[in-house]
């Protein structure tokens, strides 16, 4: 049997979203083999710190490009359920974030916002225009990709109680209880602060909040309706505590300029962040694969574990097509 190609809707949405992608993988590479465009200090990018996240960052742009064109060919298929999963975590966390406040600051503060620092404006307004498409296509085609994959996420019903019902409620709570005070945190430093981290700060103790508040939703089976209602801000509060938090303790460690101006009480809130959302995300995903376990037993789905299975590596993935867009 033959498999059938993704429907032209992802592919759009795949072309759409590389082509957003290539002018920050343009300006990093630039960056990279000494080049200053945008750059009011020429010795900034001469720092070996600077260097470093520069490596850093165009590796993780490249692996979302990689990402997308998987989304569209038959081999992303049979990836790895975590190869998948883990990178889409992390880099909707950090995209989901730039997608919602980059719009808001420019719109409240006009350029200006990104004015003052070692990089001209204009390069900001490129990259986060970029951010905001490439974080909006990669949502769309993943989205797409997941619902042929693992259809189950996108049915009726919550999570399904297992042996680890009452670990992951205490894992939920507690979540929720270092969540709260993170947030409380990140709310305090809106007061009186520039536009772009009130906005930024404001959005991101609110996402992680949804983030915890559904994930205690989930496991204990409240709610109604589908269940990635559920999922999606538990996904992307988790992702966006861990990623972020991640981040901040990178650039904090490397040390260099973007690390000027941190305070210990910043690093304990963005370390706290990351430790939360890794709880989080781990919990949650063995909530996904007992959920994706139990009802391929049913008929229903097949596990996370196993993407694909039988010898001719596609016909048995016949009926996990939808005709989705």
Partial sequence: MTEQSPA???????????????????????WLTGSSLGVTDPGLMNDPAMAGLNVMTFGM???????????????????PAWLVLLPMWVGTGLLSVVVVTAP???TAGGIAVFSGGPIEPWVYMMVYGGFVGQGIGLMATFVLYARDRWPGVFGPGHAIAGPARQFQTAVAWG???VVTLVAGVRLSWTFGAPVGAV?????KALLALAGAVAFVA????????????????????????FGWGLYAMIVRSVGGPLAVGGAAATDLVELF????????????????AERSGVRSRMGDVQPLEQPLEG????????AAYHGHR
């Fill in 8 to 30: 032209i809707g992802r592919v759009t949405a795949a072309i759409a979203t590389v082509a957003t992608m290539l002018p920050y993988l343009t300006l990093k590479i630039l």
């Fill in 199 to 203: 906005v930024m700060d404001g959005f």
């Fill in 311 to 318: 010898d001719d590596r596609d016909g048995d993935r016949q």
């Fill in 104 to 106: 808001i600051m420019v």
């Fill in 273 to 288: 962040g990351m430790l939360a959302g890794l709880v989080m995300g781990m919990s949650g995903a063995y909530v996904l």
């Fill in 61 to 79: 742009d490249a692996v979302g490009l990689l990402l997308v064109v998987a989304f569209t060919t038959r081999w992303g298929l049979r990836l």
């Fill in 218 to 241: 989930v496991v204990r089976e409240r709610g109604k309706g589908p269940f990635w209602r559920l999922a999606v801000p538990v996904w992307l509060g988790s992702g966006s505590l």
């Fill in 175 to 177: 979540s929720l209880l």
